[in-house]
């Protein structure tokens, strides 16, 4: 099978683990806060690289939109994280690069950004640049820790490279 196809096929599995996983969401200061989302982002950073991770983000939010899963702030949140993990991973090489790059992307990067969505978009007058940085880093942590563990015991069994290797 085509290296491309088999990684858009992964994608779009991705996309659907995190939108049936934004059922398992909890609100946080004006946020939903959906982990599965920060898991996916970090699976597509190893697996498929940044283009595919923030596709895959991109679409899970727009999914998760139109079918009253979400808010408009799924997008700046999953689309920052999952494009900083992907390229830091791509860059580094190294896993925890692409765990800090979720976080960072999306507690700091993808919370700042939320505001303009908040505040324009959303017409949330209470919003402030800062607002969404506490809620996006309490999602990105749940989903980062949960990620590390999956991660790190899939590389000591051995099966991340073999899957990293199927994708090549």
């Not at 697996?47 to 899963?69: D, E, K, M, Q, T």
């Not at 920052?80 to 830091?88: I, R």
């Not at 303009?116 to 749940?142: D, E, K």
Request: proline content about 4%; aromatic content about 12%; overall charge positive.
């Amino acid at each position: 099978m085509n290296k491309n196809l088999k990684k858009l096929i992964l994608a779009a599995i991705f996309a659907a683990v995190a939108v049936v996983g934004s059922l398992f969401s909890f609100p946080v200061f004006g946020s939903k806060c959906a982990p599965v989302q920060h898991i996916v982002n970090i699976m597509c950073a190893i697996f498929l690289g940044p283009w595919y991770g923030l596709g895959c983000a991109f679409v899970a939010s727009l999914i998760r939109n139109f079918i009253g899963l979400g808010t408009l702030l799924a997008f700046p949140g999953s689309m920052c994280g999952a494009l900083l993990s992907g390229l830091l991973y791509q860059w580094l090489k190294k896993r925890w690069a692409a765990y800090g790059g979720e976080v960072f992307g999306t507690a700091v990067i993808g919370g700042l950004l939320a505001y303009p969505f908040a505040s324009l978009i959303m017409g949330n007058a209470q919003a402030t640049l800062f607002t969404y940085v506490i809620p996006f880093l309490i999602s990105t942590a749940g989903g980062t820790i949960i990620s590390i563990i999956l991660i790190e015991i899939m590389a000591k069994a051995g099966l991340l490279k073999r899957l990293q290797d199927m994708l090549k």
